[in-house]
C-alpha cells in the first residue's frame, strides 16, 4: 500500500492524462477494481472514473458524455449491431462453403475432378479470404466501419451472383475468389464494432459470439445446401446464398450506424449533418470521406498492418493460431471427399447423408460458445482477483489449456474414423472435439491480442484471419492424397503432434515474458 505522498503523486500525475487514451497507452494491462484505482491513481482522482452500472469495474474506454458515444448507446441498440455483424460475419466462409456441398455437382457440370474443383475453386477463395481483410482494415482506418461493410458486401453479393450464372468453370473460378476478396470485410470489422460498443470486461463475451459466427459459417453452407444440391441443380445453393447477402446487406442498410467515435482527437468531432441525411451520407461514405482528416494519412494507413505484425507478441501467436486453425479448414475441405468416395478411401455416402454430417461441427462450435462465455469471464475474474484488481493481458492464455487436449482427441479420434472406417458416431465425435477446441482456442488468441493492442483490433483481425487462411488454404492439396497412401490415422495423428509443438514453444514462453514484451514493443 502506497504512502499518502505517493498517494497524492499520483493523483497529481492522474489529473494530466487523456481518459480516452489511458487503455491505450497500458495496454494489457489494466485497474479494474474501482478500489485499486483509489490506490494507483488517489482517491480524487480515482472519483473521476465512470463505473460499471453495479460498480463494481472501472469502464475502459471511459466513455465520454456525448450521446454520440457508441460507449452510450442503449443496451437494445448494441445488441442489435452485434447480432447484424455476426450475420454480416458469416458470409465470407459460407459463400466459400458452397462449394463443398456442390463440388461434385460442380465437377459434372464441368466435366472435371472434385479434385480439380477444390484446388482451383475452394482453395483459392479461401486463400484470397485472408489477403482481403488487409486492405480492408486500410480503408476501415480512413473511412469508417459503416461505408467499408456496406460496400464490401454489396460487391461480394454481385460477383455472387455472377458464380450463380457463370457459364464455364474459368468464370465460376473467378467469380468465387472475387466474391471471398470482396466479402471478408466482416471478419475485420467485427472486433472494431465489439471495442467500439463494449467496455474491457463485456468485450471477450461479445467477441466469443461473434467468432462463433465466422467459425461455424463454413459449416452452415454445406449443411443447408447439400441437401438442396442432392435435390435441385447446383445453382440453386449459390442462389441460397445471395438471397441471405441480400438480407445481410438490407439489415447493414437499415439498422447499423457508424461506430467509429473518434474520441482521441480534442476537440472530438462531430458529424457535419444530421437525422436521416448523416444515416444515409454515413453508409455510402460520404461522412466518412468527410472525417477522414481527423483519422490516419493514408500512408499510416498503409503501414500499420506491418507496423503490428512484426511485433514479438503478436508474431508467435499468429503462427499458432493458423497452423491450429488451419487444419480445422482442412478438415471442413476434405470431410467431403472421406465421406464421399468410394472404399477404401471413403464412405460412400449419399449427398444428403454428407450434408446431415456437417450438422456436428455446427453444433460442436455452439457448445463452444457457451463454454467460452463462462470460462472466459471465469478467467478474467479469477485474474482481476489474483492481480488485486489489475487485469494482465497474459491470463487469457489460460484458455489455450482447454483447447489443446481436446484437439489431440479430435484429431486422432477422426484420423482413426477414416482409416478403420469406424462407425460414423466416431466421425461425429472427432470431428466435434476437434472444432470444438478450435472455437475456444481462437477466442483466447482474439482476445488477448484485442488487450494487448487496444488501437489495432482490425489489424488484429486481419492477420489472425490471413493466418488461419495461410494455415489451411494449402491443407486440401496434401491432406487426402497423404490419407490414401499413409493413412488418415497418421495425417491427423501428425497435425495434432504439430499443434503441440507449436503450442508448447509458444503460449508458455508467452505467459511469462508476455508482460515484458508489451511494455518495450506495445503501440503507443
Keep these: 500500500m502506497p504512502s499518502n505522498d ?12 487523456d481518459l480516452a487514451t489511458f487503455h491505450e497507452k497500458h495496454a494489457g494491462r489494466l485497474v479494474i477494481d474501482p478500489a485499486e484505482a483509489k490506490v494507483e491513481f488517489g ?29 452510450n448507446w442503449s443496451d437494445f441498440q448494441k445488441t442489435l449491431h452485434l447480432i447484424i455483424i455476426t450475420l454480416a460475419s458469416i458470409v465470407p466462409d459460407f459463400d466459400s462453403g458452397i ?5 461434385f455437382a460442380l465437377a459434372r457440370e464441368y466435366n472435371t475432378t472434385p479434385g480439380v474443383i477444390n484446388n482451383l475453386t475452394s482453395n483459392w477463395s479461401i486463400f484470397l479470404l485472408g489477403w482481403g481483410g488487409v486492405f480492408a482494415v486500410m480503408v476501415v482506418r480512413r473511412y469508417g466501419r459503416l461505408p467499408v461493410l456496406f460496400w464490401s458486401q454489396v460487391l461480394a453479393l454481385a460477383f455472387l451472383i455472377g458464380a450463380t450464372f457463370a457459364p464455364n468453370l474459368r468464370t465460376f473460378a473467378a467469380m ?35 467468432t462463433m459466427g465466422f467459425i461455424v459459417s463454413p459449416f452452415l453452407s454445406p449443411f443447408a445446401c447439400g441437401f438442396l444440391v442432392a ?23 437499415f439498422f447499423m450506424k457508424e461506430t467509429m467515435y473518434d474520441r482521441t482527437v480534442r476537440p472530438i468531432p462531430e458529424p457535419p449533418t444530421g437525422g436521416l441525411r448523416v444515416r444515409i451520407e454515413s453508409l455510402i461514405g460520404i461522412t466518412g470521406y468527410k472525417m477522414a482528416k481527423y483519422r490516419l494519412s493514408w500512408k499510416q494507413a498503409i503501414w500499420s498492418p506491418f507496423d503490428v505484425v512484426w ?57 463452444g460458445e457457451l463454454i467460452g462465455r463462462f470460462t472466459n469471464d471465469w478467467i478474467m475474474n479469477y485474474s482481476i482477483k489474483k492481480n488485486r ?33 469406424l462407425s460414423l458416431g466416431a466421425v461425429v ?80 514462453p508467452m505467459q511469462i515474458m508476455g508482460r515484458q514484451l508489451r511494455e518495450r514493443y506495445s503501440i503507443i
Design 6 to 17: 505517493s498517494e497524492k503523486q499520483s493523483s497529481g500525475d492522474f489529473q494530466d492524462i
Design 43 to 71: 482517491v480524487e482522482a480515482a472519483a473521476r472514473l465512470k463505473l460499471s452500472a453495479d460498480g463494481t469495474k472501472v469502464l475502459w474506454p471511459q466513455p465520454t458524455d456525448s450521446s454520440l458515444d457508441p460507449q
Design 99 to 103: 462449394g463443398i456441398a456442390a463440388i
Design 176 to 210: 468465387r475468389c472475387l466474391t471471398a476478396f470482396f466479402g471478408t470485410a466482416p471478419q475485420v470489422t467485427g472486433l472494431y464494432v465489439i471495442t467500439d460498443l463494449y467496455p474491457f470486461h463485456l468485450q471477450a463475451r461479445k467477441l466469443n459470439i461473434w
Design 231 to 253: 435435390k435441385q441443380n447446383w445453382r440453386w445453393s449459390y442462389g441460397l446464398g445471395c438471397f441471405y447477402s441480400i438480407l445481410v446487406v438490407l439489415l447493414i442498410a
Design 311 to 367: 511485433r514479438p507478441h503478436i508474431i508467435g501467436l499468429l503462427v499458432f493460431e493458423g497452423i491450429f486453425f488451419g487444419f480445422s479448414i482442412g478438415i471442413n475441405v476434405t470431410t467431403v471427399v472421406f465421406l464421399g468416395e468410394a472404399p477404401p478411401i471413403g464412405f460412400s455416402l449419399s449427398p444428403i447423408a454428407i450434408a446431415g454430417m456437417y450438422g456436428t461441427p455446427i453444433v460442436s462450435v455452439l457448445l
Design 389 to 421: 484488481g489489475v487485469f494482465e493481458a497474459e491470463s487469457r492464455l489460460w484458455a489455450c489449456y482447454i483447447a489443446l487436449p481436446l484437439c489431440i482427441c479430435g484429431f486422432l479420434v477422426i484420423g482413426a474414423s477414416f482409416q478403420k472406417h
Design 429 to 508: 465425435m472427432g470431428w466435434g472435439i476437434a472444432e470444438l477446441s478450435v472455437m475456444i482456442n481462437t477466442v483466447a488468441v482474439y482476445a488477448y491480442l484485442n488487450d494487448a493492442f487496444p488501437k489495432h483490433q482490425g489489424e488484429i483481425s486481419a492477420l489472425i484471419n490471413l493466418a488461419r487462411v495461410l494455415g489451411g488454404f494449402s491443407v486440401a492439396y496434401f491432406q487426402v492424397p497423404w490419407a490414401a497412401k499413409k493413412g488418415a490415422l497418421q495425417t491427423y495423428g501428425v497435425e495434432a503432434a504439430i499443434v503441440v509443438g507449436f503450442f508448447l514453444l509458444i503460449v508458455p
